[in-house]
Nanobody
């Protein structure tokens, strides 16, 4: 049974917007820092954004600042990534992840190895 399920990906023109969602299967995920990563063909998985368990702290990679917003609704066990002004270089499979080891710790992990659970990914394709 999948612990994290992403949705909301698709094909969009440059300058457009998408909102990704990541639904967690257990209530405990509301206490974990959550992150979004992406992986383009032939490249490694890279950090995009992270949010602390409370939602009070967020972190972004430089290319996402000012265009992407990460948020969470702990009542729904769901994390979101609002992506605006999308560019062709944003094309990738987007993954959400959860850091179980940081339960109720106010932090925003940015490294792949800091996360314990991963979703299956959702494809985002931005055409020029």
């Amino acid at each position: 049974q999948a612990q994290l399920v992403e949705s909301g990906g698709g094909l969009v023109q440059a300058g457009g917007s998408l909102r990704l969602s990541c639904a967690a299967s257990r209530r405990a995920f509301s206490g974990y820092p959550m992150g979004w990563f992406r992986q383009a063909p032939g490249k490694g998985r890279e950090f995009v954004a992270a949010i602390s368990w409370s939602g009070a702290s967020t972190s972004y990679t430089d290319s996402a600042k000012g265009r992407f917003t990460i948020s969470r609704d702990n009542n729904k066990n769901t994390v979101y990534l609002q992506m605006n002004n999308l560019k062709p270089e944003d094309t990738a499979v987007y993954y959400c992840a959860a850091d179980e080891r940081a339960f109720l710790v106010e932090r925003t992990p940015t490294l792949v190895e800091e996360y314990d659970y991963w979703g299956q990914g959702t494809q985002v394709t931005v055409s020029s």
